[in-house]
């Protein structure tokens, strides 16, 4: 749905995008994840035709600078703070938002009520909080259903139930069929939402693949989680002397270990021999945290 080549953009002599390549496919959630200045927000910005660049972006197959016009008209774009009008009301802001895109008839408390604003259709938005500001933007990009949204940094700035509240309707949006870009460097929320990731640092694409292929490619195991009744350092020292057992961290009665999967029932048996009881024991995937720390170490 998205294509995008040999990106390059450079503000004053700083070099914001590096020359990358990339595909976003149709249905899929795909997030752009990096540390600050990696270079999301410009790489959005170029999609959306916002700014100048050297590179070529289409979506399905249309060139955004030639096809500007009719490209915008098939995306919904969440910019990274949304800024409203504080003496209109959300249903007013909708209106003006639905004229600026040229959209006659769309059903404007319908929109609102997915969002779960129907009830403050007529209040003014300058008394929103935060999280009501971002689901009416979240409405704002709906205008016009649609197929593709462009989100940047949708739950910056949210506490946890309204972070909850958009990763659900992201999530719901997909399952209906709308291809999703999102910048984030919320780890847990890329983790959680997208089907690939494109780990960015200094302007380059250091990685892309799904989050489990990324695992792989860096050897980083599956953890070994085991609560037991009574650790102590002897039991420690016992699993550590387990061949390929690389690491044992120990919080409380928890044991994580990071071991290849082969050297688990070893492990099991030898606390068990020990005369230790194991309450729980539990696989834990490796995380996209583990995952992002290692890249940008390795690029740097
Ligand atoms: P963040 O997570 O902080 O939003 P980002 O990954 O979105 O970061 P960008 O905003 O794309 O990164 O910025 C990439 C680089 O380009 C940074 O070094 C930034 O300072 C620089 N940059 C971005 N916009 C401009 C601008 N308008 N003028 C000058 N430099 C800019």
Redesign the pocket.
């Known amino acids: 749905m998205i294509e995008v080549r040999g990106l390059r953009?450079e503000?004053?002599g700083?070099v914001?995008?590096d020359g990358i390549s990339f595909k976003v496919e149709k249905g899929e959630i795909f997030a752009l994840l990096?540390?600050?200045?990696?270079?999301?927000?410009?790489?959005?910005?170029a999609i959306l035709g916002l700014i100048n660049y050297e590179g070529e972006i289409s979506i399905n197959g249309m060139n955004v600078v030639e096809r500007g016009k009719e490209v915008k008209k098939k995306i919904g774009y969440l910019p990274?703070s949304v800024a409203f009008y504080d003496n209109l009301t959300a249903l007013q802001t909708l209106q003006f938002f639905a004229e600026l895109k040229g959209i006659k008839d769309a059903d404007l408390m319908k929109l609102l009520k997915e969002v779960g604003l129907e009830k403050d259709a007529n209040r003014k938005v300058g008394g929103f909080s935060k999280g009501m500001l971002q689901r009416l933007g979240l409405a704002q990009c709906l205008l016009g259903e649609p197929e593709l949204l462009i989100l940047?940094?949708p739950t910056t700035g949210l506490d946890a139930v309204g972070a909850y509240e958009v990763r659900n309707k992201i999530r719901e949006l997909n399952e209906r069929g709308v291809t999703i870009l999102l910048?984030s460097?919320i780890l847990s929320e890329v983790q959680e939402l997208s089907h690939r990731v494109a780990i960015?640092n200094k302007?380059k694409i250091i990685a892309i693949d799904t989050v489990e292929n990324l695992s792989k490619k860096l050897e980083i195991q599956p953890k070994l989680r085991l609560e037991l009744q009574r650790p102590s350092n002897r039991i420690v020292n016992l699993v550590k002397e387990i061949k390929s057992v690389k690491d044992v961290k120990v919080d409380g009665n928890i044991l994580e270990i990071s071991c290849p999967p082969s050297a688990k029932l070893a492990i099991i048996n030898a606390i068990e021999e020990a005369g230790i009881k194991i309450i729980d024991f539990k696989t834990v995937e490796p995380t996209l945290e583990e995952i992002f720390i290692k890249m940008v170490k390795e690029d740097e």
């Not at 990096?34 to 910005?45: F, R």
């Open positions: 953009k503000y004053d700083v914001a995008v990096g540390p600050n200045g990696a270079g999301k927000t410009t790489t959005i910005k990274e940047d940094e910048s460097h960015m302007g």
